[in-house]
């Protein structure tokens, strides 16, 4: 990348983060339970079941990503429902009330199509949590674009979910904290920030995402610096 652009004013101010669980108070032991919680539960709850589980909210091994489609596999003994439930990508949705009709659309669509479902019950209850974030600065800054390939290898994991995922819901645009701040620089980095949209944070470890981070900036760095 040229060394010509102007010096931006803005450093990128690098934060960590960490989950803590909040009860709701709210169970569910069938899948008309589940569903009316799901309707009237607050929203960040919901957010807190797609997204809890990457920063090691939880410490059971789960077969899928989401803990409603874990808990129905694995408690109510609903697998092609489970399944359903298990491809729905949190990424697609900027609004999370959109997340919240996708999961109440599926759940109905099994609920009118098999009677059974209404009368299985599970012996171990669904839990609704919600998630509190807290923030902290590292004290860390990026001056520059380039520093990115430099910095992003020894970001921690909260690091990454506070700037990749947790920004999703803090931007209007549904964007995330690299994009938004490479936006500042002009057009020379339009083709970097297309790059990083393609990446899809919800079916890798956190530890993963950061990889392809630092994979993606070094390659597109070192492509126009070339």
């Not at 989950?19 to 569910?28: D, F, P």
């Not at 974030?133 to 800054?141: A, E, P, S, Y």
């Not at 002009?186 to 392809?212: C, K, M, N, T």
């Amino acid at each position: 990348m040229s060394s010509g652009n102007s010096f931006n004013d803005h450093p990128f101010s690098i934060k960590d983060c960490a989950l803590i669980a909040v009860a709701t108070g709210r169970r569910a032991y069938t899948l008309t339970e589940l569903r009316n919680h799901i309707r009237d539960v607050r929203i960040d709850s919901i957010y807190h079941h797609f997204w809890g589980g990457l920063l090691g909210v939880g410490f059971e091994e789960l077969e899928f990503n989401n803990d409603f489609a874990n808990w129905c596999r694995k408690h109510l003994g609903e697998p092609a429902l489970a399944e359903q439930l298990s491809v729905i990508d949190p990424v697609e949705y900027t609004d999370l009330e959109g997340l919240r009709g996708k999961l109440l659309d599926i759940i109905d669509e099994r609920l009118d199509s098999n009677d059974i479902s209404h009368f299985l019950r599970s012996s171990r209850a669904f839990e609704f949590t919600r998630s509190l974030l807290v923030i902290f600065d590292t004290g860390r800054r990026m001056n520059l674009p380039e520093d990115l390939p430099r910095v992003l290898p020894d970001l921690s994991t909260g690091s990454v979910f506070y700037h990749f995922i947790d920004a999703r819901r803090r931007l209007e645009d549904g964007s995330d904290d690299f994009r938004f701040w490479l936006s500042s620089w002009g057009e020379d980095y339009s083709g970097l920030r297309r790059r990083l949209a393609g990446i899809d944070p919800f079916f890798s470890s956190l530890s993963q995402v950061r990889d392809e981070l630092t994979m993606v900036c070094s390659e597109f760095l070192t492509r126009e610096v070339g």
